[in-house]
């Protein structure tokens, strides 16, 4: 009997081969312009069996990016390359969302042309040590300025700009990420968000800007290709999020209504919060289980089968396996992956593990 995970899904307005999602990975390959490298082109089409990809972390704007090696896609260049590889992708048979991704206060100020401040929600430095534009040296993330209410509004615009080019670019949708300590979570978390005007204080307060987010790139592209990513009590790049159940309650709330494409949650375990977000979340709902959880098809299958979740996302390994899906369904065992290679940027950990095919 066929498992549940290997059966179609209907995601917003497309069909999804399977239940299976590549999860975003950053793997620094892009040049100083933020424009993928050629190679990522087979990079995602090798990868194109899973019922979704969701792109690697992509800044929205300059002001966006804080590390080196990150794609964007604000300018015409990185669109074209993005389109580059939607075609790849879809020319294989798969579907592609595009991943955005502004770093707040996390990173540092070299990796832009012009070395502005880091922007948050507050100025709440993280005890963070990051990558220079000089990607051997290592420093502090400096303490962050916070941003201005007209800093805010270009920052929502700054979005759904990014996501009108990322449709453009042939994407079937984007992803918000709210997870990992970028600004989006920054907003979210009453440890980062110090905030006493409209955008902090309350839950209501702290969801408003994510709500604003999400509803400005669903005015742009629609609400059926607008993903969004949270991670709950995560801890990632210095968070302090426990005790904020009443934030994320509210957030889903709010956008209950919009009916965006889905929500993409990281668990490492299950909780009653978890449980009342897919209770409350009326359209596809996305569990990743992290980077600490287990990704085996016999951990990740049962999540499907029990309805805990719509669709599981899987991460490193797809890094290694750019055929998993297939390999899942027919028991082949799984490559493994090489950690000293996921932020190289270079072709070699990226493009050469073998598929099947190619190793019978």
């Known amino acids: 009997m066929t498992q549940t995970i290997f059966t179609p899904w209907k995601l917003g307005s497309i069909e999804l081969a399977n239940r299976v999602?590549?999860?975003?990975?950053?793997?620094?390959?892009?040049?100083v312009e933020g424009v993928l490298p050629d190679y990522a082109i087979d990079y995602y089409r090798q990868r194109a069996g899973a019922g979704l990809i969701v792109s690697e972390a992509t800044q929205p704007s300059v002001q966006g990016q804080g590390y080196p090696g990150t794609p964007g896609i604000h300018t015409d260049a990185q669109q074209a390359q993005w389109a580059r590889v939607t075609d790849a992708v879809h020319e294989?048979?798969?579907?592609?969302?595009?991943?955005?991704?502004h770093t707040g206060r996390v990173g540092h100020?070299?990796?832009r042309p012009v070395a502005t401040p880091q922007l948050a929600p507050s100025a709440v430095r993280p005890d963070l040590e990051v990558e220079t534009i000089d990607r051997?040296?290592?420093?502090?993330?400096?303490?962050?300025?916070?941003m201005t209410l007209d800093e805010i509004a270009q920052t929502i615009e700054d979005h759904a700009q990014a996501a009108a080019r990322a449709i453009a670019a042939g994407a079937d949708g984007i992803e918000l990420h709210g997870a990992n300590g970028y600004l989006l979570h920054q907003f979210l978390s009453p440890g980062t968000n110090h905030r006493t005007d409209r955008y902090g204080g309350s839950p209501e307060n702290r969801a408003r800007f994510v709500v604003e987010v999400a509803r400005a790139c669903a005015e742009r592209i629609g609400a059926d290709r607008v993903g969004l990513r949270i991670s709950p009590g995560g801890q990632f790049n210095d968070m302090k999020d426990r005790g904020n159940e009443d934030t994320y309650l509210a957030l889903v709330d709010e956008l209950a209504g919009d009916r965006l494409s889905y929500l993409h949650t990281l668990r490492g375990r299950t909780s009653t919060l978890h449980e009342e977000l897919r209770r409350r979340w009326p359209t596809s709902y996305v569990i990743n289980t992290g980077y600490l959880g287990s990704s085996e098809?016999?951990?990740v299958a049962p999540i499907v089968e029990s309805g805990a979740s719509d669709l599981?996302?899987?991460?490193?390994?797809?890094?290694?396996?750019?055929?998993?899906?297939e390999r899942w369904r027919r028991g082949i065992?799984?490559?493994?992956?090489?950690?000293?290679?996921?932020?190289?940027?270079?072709?070699?950990?990226?493009?050469?593990?073998?598929?099947i095919s190619s190793s019978c």
Do not use: C, H, K
Request: net charge negative; charged share 25%.
């Open 21 to 31: 999602v590549m999860a975003p990975m950053t793997r620094n390959r892009a040049d």
């Open 312 to 325: 599981v996302s899987v991460g490193r390994l797809f890094i290694s396996n750019p055929d998993l899906v």
């Open 297 to 299: 098809l016999d951990e």
């Open 333 to 355: 065992e799984r490559a493994e992956w090489d950690e000293d290679t996921f932020y190289t940027g270079a072709d070699r950990g990226y493009i050469d593990y073998p598929s």
């Open 92 to 101: 294989a048979g798969g579907r592609i969302y595009i991943q955005l991704m």
């Open 136 to 146: 051997s040296v290592v420093e502090p993330v400096p303490e962050p300025r916070a």
């Open 109 to 111: 100020p070299s990796v």
